[in-house]
């Protein structure tokens, strides 16, 4: 009878056992790193067997590398020792559990070695039995014999251990096999799957990179073009140029889908002038829409909307460019109609439009509706799943209504800010009417920052191909330095990333060296958003590389051209069609 009271005792104290190691084995399915597997192992291993000491030996080649231990005094943490003469070699060359009562009996201990230590019994197993990746020991400062118990549940860990261990490798391999691939490869499902934090990190660096050459060649075949004579070769620099805006297209769109599942996006809310917003977005995509034959119009009365202008932004340039693609012949108009509470901003076309079966699906990401009209343009079908995740951020809805044949209309509604309190601005579709009506004589000169040589090339080549003036420099330093030798630029257009700087800081000094507020274009291949929202708060223009040549022109002609007088935003003006 006195057996039931210890034999209970054992059963609890297994039950417990069992079920620490249940929590361990899910500590180590999380685990992302070896030394994070070293340490729960360590203390594991001490706690489920009522050890003195744990130590978490690696494999090294013919050593048995000590990584990590767990115990009342010193044992050999970071020592390396030969796989023949140390017992956690033998554990690991022989694939099987050893259990010592007294260290100091058995030949294959080194006893010189143990001496230093307070060890006098231990317990070691292999970690993977087929080819052990490395050993756990444990060990006691009296003696004692490892019961079966012990050793089974020193296996189980070293089993769990080693699957980690699998799982971590197979991690660090994806990992760097997804560093040697391309962008293209970055944004495969598998690696979006698998490895979203890192393909974050990579797409955004891969995303600058690959924008600078193709602005280059962009602007190179935007100069060539002018001078071929044959049409069948203009016709395949014309071919050339759309491809490069395929490819610029698909990595915008690449980059938002991955912010959105990425959870990265956050609304930053505040008062902006809306009109200010929608003229550049129909600078910048009307040479698009003209060179098919379209207008693009913006009709609206000024008024102050409540939004993040950055992440709006991207909503009206997806649908801008959806309609621009998907309409032949006619026009795209943009429409913002204010009430009392808020301002309703339409995007409508005269395009192909969309069945009424298809309405419902049209904002799943990958899907495209098919229509007897509808030329596939090569794109993903993300753009308008694209627009409802960033409506979603803003808490926006967007309204839909389609005739198949006659065009699309695509609406969402914003609430009204607080009327801002400022001077006249230069309205950019204004300035570029009253550009085109007085040419000038002489163009304005241009102070453009950039440190890229090629692209620097490229755009001097441009601008004074369209008339301007322009002083070339490579960063914040040199820039300062023209304008303390008299340099008196009419605009400043600027890389947002520099050598120790970035365009925001140089637009700023620039700026307060003139005592002026000098208009600025900041052009970048970052589209984290942070150029953005930057952008927007220091009251420039921002441009995108790759950006076609015309678009470029088109928004340095506009800052450039003579202020004309616009009515104050808290006035009320009648709408206006521009």
């Known amino acids: 009878m006195a057996l039931e009271p210890i034999q209970q005792q054992r059963r609890d104290a297994h039950a417990k056992a069992m079920e620490r190691l249940v929590v361990v084995v899910q500590e180590l399915s999380y685990a992302r790193s070896l030394a994070a597997i070293q340490e729960i192992v360590r203390r594991a ?22 990584a990590d231990e767990d115990a009342i005094g010193p ?51 292999p970690i993977r039995g087929g080819a052990p990746l490395g050993a756990i020991g444990i060990y006691w400062a009296q003696r004692h014999r490892a019961d079966d118990e012990a050793v089974r549940l020193l296996q189980a860990l070293a089993d769990a251990t080693a699957l980690a261990m699998e799982n971590v490798e197979m991690r660090t391999q994806l990992e760097r096999r997804v560093l040697e691939r391309t962008a293209e490869a970055v944004a495969a499902r598998e690696i979006a799957e698998r490895a979203d934090a890192l393909k974050t990190r990579l797409l955004s660096a891969a995303n600058h990179d ?45 980059l938002d889908l991955q912010r959105i599942q990425g959870g990265q996006l956050r609304a930053a809310l505040r008062d902006f002038a809306l009109a200010e917003l929608l003229e550049r977005i129909v600078v910048e995509n009307r040479p698009r829409a003209e060179a098919k034959g379209l207008r693009l119009d913006l009709r609206m009365a000024p008024c102050v909307a409540h939004s993040d202008p950055a992440l709006l932004r991207r909503v009206f340039e997806n649908l801008v460019g959806n309609a621009i693609r998907y309409t032949a012949a006619g026009h795209v108009l943009i429409e913002a109609e204010a009430t009392a509470q808020a301002v309703r901003v339409a995007v409508s076309d005269t395009g192909i439009g969309i069945p009424d079966e298809a309405l419902e699906r049209i904002f799943e990401a990958y899907y495209q509706a098919e229509h007897p009209a509808h030329v596939r343009s090569g794109g993903l079908g993300l753009g308008l799943s694209i627009v409802q995740h960033l409506a979603g951020v803003l808490g926006l809805r967007v309204e839909v209504r389609s005739t198949p044949g006659i065009g699309s209309t695509f ?48 755009t001097r080549l441009l601008m004074r191909s369209a008339g301007f003036g322009v002083c070339v420099v490579s960063g914040f330093a040199a ?47 970052d589209m984290s958003g942070q150029a953005a929202r930057m952008a927007t708060q220091a009251g420039c223009a921002l441009l995108h590389k790759p950006s076609d040549a015309e678009r470029l022109l088109t928004v340095i002609e506009a800052l450039t051209s003579a202020p004309l007088p616009a009515e104050p935003p808290a006035s009320p003006a009648p709408s206006l069609a521009i």
């Open 45 to 66: 291993a001490r706690e489920l067997t009522q050890a003195d000491g744990a130590a978490f030996v690696l494999r090294d080649g013919e050593f048995c590398h000590y």
């Open 75 to 125: 044992l050999w943490k970071g020592l390396r020792f030969p796989m023949q003469s140390c017992i956690s070699g033998w554990a690991m060359l022989n694939r099987r559990a050893v259990v010592i009562e007294d260290v100091y009996l058995d030949p294959r201990i080194p006893h010189d070695v143990y001496r230093r230590t307070f060890v006098k019994s231990l317990a070691m197993v």
């Open 210 to 254: 690959l924008r600078q050459p193709l602005q280059s060649v962009k602007t190179y075949l935007a100069l060539l073009a002018p001078d071929l004579a044959s049409p069948e070769k203009r016709e395949l620099c014309a071919r050339a140029q759309r491809s490069i805006e395929a490819m610029d297209e698909l990595l915008d769109t690449l």
């Open 411 to 458: 609406a969402v509604e914003l609430p009204l800010g607080a009327p801002l309190v400022a001077a006249p601005r230069l309205s950019v579709l204004a300035a570029g009417a009253a550009l085109r009506r007085a040419p000038r004589a002489e163009g304005p000169l241009v102070l453009l920052v950039e440190d890229d040589a090629a692209i620097a090339d490229a």
């Open 479 to 525: 820039a300062l330095q023209q304008l303390d030798e008299g340099l008196q630029p009419a605009v400043v257009v600027t890389d947002f990333r520099l050598p120790g700087s970035n365009g925001i800081e140089v637009i700023g000094r620039v700026r307060e060296k003139l005592g002026r507020e000098l208009p600025a274009v900041l052009f970048t291949g």
